[in-house]
């Protein structure tokens, strides 16, 4: 008991609410009590192994310096009250053959989940020199956050895991994904104090706002105040119970306190709570399947108030340490220098009373190992954690039936994203169980708005008479829409990670505050390609739209490529970009991402009019290729070109093509081949990413010595980056977004960033040997044109309509 | 009155608590109502005005096509709840010499807040050809998200205005900086409920935990529940009241309640509730002043219920406009073609008798005029907004002081942020009043602590008696640590731009939580360069650390040193990156940083153990260099080198210099010429970044055709990107960390992203030409040290002590 951990009673299970009267104040018999406590001890004990031993793993002999691990790592706060979870959650899976996977927010305490996951055995068979024995567990303890093993967060590695927990903030949002259209899922997701501090987890309370009792499961939130984060105080766990009970009834649910430290209260206390919220959550979900309405309901969720690294030395030396925040990583950390303090250690251990708990062969005892489920329903082998296993190929639609004519290359303008909302429409209509689409409150700003016909937007708060003018609200809505793109990046994460699909598009510009979460999805996705039991995953396909160059009026904050180079960073073996220049390319290039496996799909497509190139059967060829050469656009068949004009994305393909036509009605007889790129890593070479073109065909493409102007979507120094080991890489000459930004128009906003049609051309005159001369008059004659379109757009507002209205004119 | 919108009433100002009877029902006279009607009547005309009007800004003469912009832009539905939410602060100032500021969350709205800030005479100060008159209007309608004009958020040309809202999220954590060490002002944050579901804000209500009502200034969050985001309701305007007042209680908020649609009820009832909350803050702070202790009060907020597009027409076509999200942007974008609809904006403007309002010239009339605080209390001249021209030069203590003797480069280690927390401490200790330090949870950790023994961590939440064993924790802490990079990112931001300073110090990988943070505040700060009447402001400074080549134990998600990639993409004005490899070289670096503005500051320094290679004069003589040949470390001197190794970053140097003994021992006429780079953007050329090198600098430094080995700190392409200008770029072999992670000792990291001494010395043996045939038996006898370096490693736990404690052997 300490000042910070108030003792559980059964006062502290202060639910509110009619079902309250159900909560047995002692469920567990004196056996189960006796039982669950040993367990809970056994997984305290594994924890402790893991971050101090390397050696004597059952402690047969007293303990010495030789058993301890050279370097101590490894994070204990967390540990006793993750594996106090699981357990309880254990219980439940057994009483109710309820399936339930485990999240744990606070992934650095992996000990209190690496923990009952070796004990129940999903461990050993996955990793089967991990057995469950004594030399299998002294493996299981020297591999813990020791070079060539296992990290000290809940990683791929980890069987049952699909949360890592190394980046605060997303246990919620992974959560709820996971729920979704898994109707007979639990999803048991702790929460850690700290990690309740970050934004990302603030705003996923809501949610509960995203779940619909009928067709998808629940997520029984486990708020851990666990009091400290690494030196300081959480603020929640300073924060009065009645605040957090008003908080939480804010944001909607129903909060169950379990409180306390003394084990055998806190076994009750938890045993009946958990089992409280399950059988809450049961008469939800019977409920509103049984009078098939989906209401808002009032889940219940649990705060969970242990003492730091709970059941630790309560002081050493003096001082506090459990309850405290010196419990957050090796409590001691020079036992290896200091005698007494691996007096104290060996103590510890032995507090566990181990020996109770393993045999001979260093096996859990029968007694225990009945606690745990089995089969599928232990959490470590639930296949929902290894969702790959349960992925169905998408039913995907002919996406050639969504294209439109094109007749002839640069003619007309059609709206990119709009055909990709109708093909989105019927894809998601012929997977109404496992496809959802995402995007913050922007489907239809991004034109997708198609999709509606099939599935609307989520809503499940309370609805008004105007909403059925054009509000798309429906509780079977199948798009979630929120303002929070880590939310929804979440979502879509823990969807496809237990097994689904998904298509999220988002403004380009604000995707750089889902930054780390690619990162770290991109990591996770790396790693698992290792892993030879982690099935294959649909890709998590990102659609960037609104892009930079038609935010235009939105101004400067709004203009921002760099996405793309945030992307370049992570694994080749993981990332993919693609620049569609129009409606049938998108449409083949999504058509892709939506049947591959294990990417992060980057489509960067603006959802505004912009001109038709490809018809589809030429958008395929081209797409599949990558990257080619425009032959309608160039005039150097049948001989060496002058000038290479190159292009990625809408906008600076456009400008591209304005000014070859420039360059082409000046000066005839210069040749110029224009190549388009859609898969930008085509650009690297082909021993750095498995999409890179080999050296020999980018120089013949490329030539090896003509200049090359590159039109880029991005910051130019990207394709720098990409190319810089190619030949005629001294050549490149790229433009791009340089950060110039302002209210504008569209040309004008090019032209400050030097990517329109008469700085181009300008360029070209610069870097063709031939026009370095004849070129004066040309130049002229541009700038010329480039006052005039910008004269315009000051006076009126707008771009002159032949600027605006460009087509391509051969 | 509307389903959506409840009405006020005197019952909906239902605060709670004893100060709640102080509150008047109708605390305006007739007259006042009226004319605070009035002043809101002509904010809102001037809304209209700007999104539409382009001539005949008096409507003069009827409403003609000529008279309407080309491209309506801007957002009309956010724009009249600002405006009102405006005058009533005016009230306020008025009526109690209360310095106030005005942040809007809904940035968007900027219309909104431009009308006000026009009005009161702000704007026409600042950009007098916007004069108050007729001519004067039709110049600030016309230039409103126009063309060379301004954006249609409050942009940094929008005086009063430090907070754009371009992305949303922030404007808590910004009012919040604000406040902070402001004790006579107060911040009005008007939060947009679509913003409120963002994870930055979400998280960011917990402001009220870091601020001390004794020396603090006051946040007035007003959350406007305006009903709907783009398309979409919002999730808190469809929560339901009691869930709304339970949450707010939960944060420690005190709600207030004003909720309807008549405006003379609602301006009574804003004006009575912003009186309220305005005299119970005067109340929280004379007790906390008079008794001089700092509890936690519970300060007022404001829950601001209107209709979205408050005074819109109620229905266009049959369909709702006022209080739908049709009245999000433009609610009628076709009046060019529709004659119908341009004579419902004609109705629409009239609807708000502006001829009342405006004299003969466009003057606003003396009655209005008079509702305006005057001077520097007037919001759009508050100080505080230009915060430069009250930012006072920290005054420093002298780094050299704080730097340790170094007798000889490379022979022993120190953590290189432990002196950087001294030298802090005693800037902290001199400027008590507008220097802060920020930290998520990280600052002991990141070995800064010395801090506290000047100023501790802020706290005013519970204490415990254990928090007196190195909690480190007071009421008057200056040191602001919570897990949320957002919203320590955003109190920074706030704390400088209204004229303070500060250090922002936090974990490498988790940097790219706040790169959109980053973006924005970068993309300010190049705005305000044009801005000559804004005032230079402190630099943000931002300390990576525990950097990626330590996070070898924390595994794969603690390694990424992306977020330089990010910082290279904004404008070369305003971003710089350090990469200081030693105590003093890091004090000197830190110094500068400190001193200078306008910049956001990156500085990458690890906190554990390195070698110390710089005594405070040679560091301050490199660091002013920005990158030079160390001598110490090069046998080139006398003679062209054969080799330059060079390095950026403190375990690269570390490790290049390894190699460098280790090539030199092996081959001992080899000439290496060693450059160390502490100032990352010298790489580029001086055309592109005012740090950038010259051609012929360079050349000279890196030769114009040897190898150059570069060992950098983060990804390798970044050197690429910056320096594939330079002539001898083609010879440059960039190492970097190349997504190679996993749970290792840091040599083995090295090793497998090939940045450790062996994989250099083997690469530079690969690129000297003189080696390539000799060097076989040096190859082979590296990978044997390289084997033998990674067997320890895995059999140990840790390094051999050889590699782990190596130091310049000359």
Request: negative net charge; hydrophobic residues 35%; charged residues 20%.
């Amino acid at each position: 008991m300490t000042t910070s951990v108030p003792s559980a009673t059964k006062g502290s299970l202060s639910a509110f609410g009619p079902a309250r009267s159900t909560i047995e104040a002692n469920p567990l018999s004196k056996d189960e009590l006796q039982n669950i406590h040993a367990y809970w001890r056994a997984c305290n004990y594994l924890a402790l192994g893991m971050i101090y031993l390397r050696d004597n793993p059952l402690l047969r002999t007293p303990l010495k310096l030789e058993h301890i691990k050279k370097r101590l790592l490894g994070h204990w706060g967390a540990s006793p009250g993750l594996s106090f979870a699981y357990i309880h959650l254990n219980r439940m899976i057994k009483k109710y053959s309820q399936s339930i996977i485990f999240l744990a927010g606070p992934g650095h305490g992996a000990p209190g989940v690496l923990a009952p996951v070796y004990l129940e055995g999903s461990y050993s068979e996955i990793y089967p020199d991990k057995s469950e024995n004594a030399e299998g567990l002294l493996r299981f303890f020297k591999q813990f956050s020791f070079p060539g093993g296992i990290g000290s967060h809940c990683t791929p590695e980890t069987p049952g895991s699909v949360h890592e927990g190394g980046e605060l903030g997303y246990v919620l949002s992974h959560a709820c994904g996971a729920a979704f259209d898994n109707p007979d899922l639990i999803v048991a997701a702790v929460v850690g104090d700290g990690e309740a501090e970050t934004g990302p987890l603030a705003t996923s309370w809501h949610i509960n706002k995203f779940l619909n009792p009928i067709r998808d499961g629940a997520v029984l939130p486990i708020l851990h105040l666990n009091g400290y984060k690494i030196n300081n105080p959480t603020i929640l766990a300073r924060t009065s119970r009645e605040n957090i009970e008003n908080l939480f009834k804010g944001l909607g649910y129903e909060p169950c306190f379990v409180e306390g430290s003394d084990p055998d209260t806190m076994h009750q206390a938890m045993a009946a709570t958990v089992e409280y919220c399950v059988t809450k959550i049961h008469d939800i979900q019977k409920e509103a399947r049984t009078t098939g309405v989906a209401k808002f309901p009032r889940w219940p969720m649990i705060v969970l108030r242990t003492p730091k690294g709970w059941t630790a030395p309560a002081e050493i030396d003096g001082r506090k340490v459990e309850g405290f925040w010196r419990a957050h990583q090796v409590p001691m950390a020079d036992v290896s220098k200091n005698q007494a303090h691996l007096d104290i250690l060996e103590d510890w251990l032995r507090s566990y009373r181990h020996e109770e708990l393993f045999d001979e062969q260093g096996t859990l005892i029968p007694e225990l190992q009945a606690l745990s489920p089995e089969g599928h329903l232990r959490m470590g082998s639930n296949p929902h954690t290894n969702g790959g296993v349960l992925r169905k190929d998408l039913i995907m639609p002919d996406f050639r039936d969504y294209g439109i004519a094109v007749a002839q290359p640069g003619q007309f303008e059609a709206e990119n994203t709009r055909p990709l909302g109708v093909f989105l429409r019927d894809v998601m209509a012929k997977n109404m169980t496992n496809f959802r689409v995402f995007g913050p409150d922007e489907n239809t700003s991004n034109k997708l708005n198609d999709i509606y016909a099939v599935s609307k937007k989520f809503w499940i708060e309370e609805y008004f008479p105007e909403d059925d003018d054009g509000g798309e609200l429906s509780t079977d809505g199948r798009v979630i829409e929120m303002l929070s793109e880590h939310t929804l990046e979440g979502m879509l994460e823990g969807y496809l990670l237990t097994g689904r699909h998904g298509f999220f598009s988002t403004y380009e510009s604000f995707v750089h505050v889902i930054d780390s979460m690619f990162n770290q999805h991109a990591k996770w996705l790396d790693i698992c390609r290792h892993l030879s039991w982690r099935a294959d995953v649909a890709s998590l396909n990102l659609l960037i739209t609104s892009t930079v160059w038609r935010q235009d009026h939105n101004g400067f904050t709004h203009q921002d490529p760099g996405f793309l180079d945030v992307v370049c960073n992570k694994s080749a073996s993981v990332t993919r970009i693609y620049l569609p220049p129009d409606v049938n390319s998108l449409l083949s290039v999504a058509n892709h991402c939506l049947r591959s496996k294990n990417y992060v799909n980057v489509i960067v497509s603006d959802k505004q009019l912009h001109l038709q190139y490809m018809d589809m059967d030429a958008a395929i060829k081209h797409c599949t290729k990558g990257l080619s050469i425009w032959d309608w656009a160039s005039n150097d068949q049948g001989s060496d070109p002058d000038l290479v004009m190159a292009s990625a994305g809408d906008i600076p393909t456009q400008e591209a093509l304005a000014a070859t036509a420039l360059l082409r009605a000046e000066f005839p007889d210069l040749k110029i081949r224009f190549i388009n790129v859609v898969d930008l890593f085509k650009l690297q070479p082909d021993t750095e990413h498995p999409h890179g073109l080999s050296d020999r065909d980018f120089d013949s493409l490329f030539t090896l010595d003509k200049p090359i102007i590159f039109n880029f979507h991005g910051y130019p120094w990207l394709i720098h980056r990409l190319a810089y080991r190619r030949r005629n890489h001294g050549n490149m000459h790229v433009r791009g977004y340089k950060e110039k930004g302002n209210i504008n128009t569209p040309l004008e906003l090019a032209i400050n960033n030097e990517i329109d049609r008469f700085s181009l051309a300008i360029d070209a005159i610069h870097r063709v040997p031939q026009l370095q001369v004849a070129g004066g008059h040309a130049i002229d004659k541009f700038r010329d044109m480039q006052i005039e379109a910008r004269s315009y757009a000051y006076d009126h507002g707008t771009d002159k309509p032949e600027f605006s209205n460009w087509i391509w004119p051969y």
